[in-house]
């Protein structure tokens, strides 16, 4: 038995949005892969080099840290969020 799946549902499904080239207060996926762990709250303050969350992709993780000091504005995904390349993860201000 062979199974295709209905290519109809996914142009249906709300994709997610980008981070914008050049917003130092977008932090986009890297790479596709999952949510593995958020270490951050909205309204939170980090500074540069605090982990905001970790992606699981091939079985590695990889951490996704601050560049600089900032307030946490908003967070766009969860764990286990299936994540593609460039999608808006994180918002800093």
Sequence with gaps: MIRVPNRAIKAKTAA???AAEGNPAHVGAPMPGAVASIAVTVGQKVRAGDLLLNIEAMKMETG???DREA???AIHVHPGSQIEAKD???ELE
Excluded: A, E, G
């Design 71 to 73: 307030t946490v504005k």
């Design 64 to 66: 996704l840290h601050s």
């Design 88 to 90: 808006l993860l994180v």
């Design 16 to 18: 997610r949005p980008k």
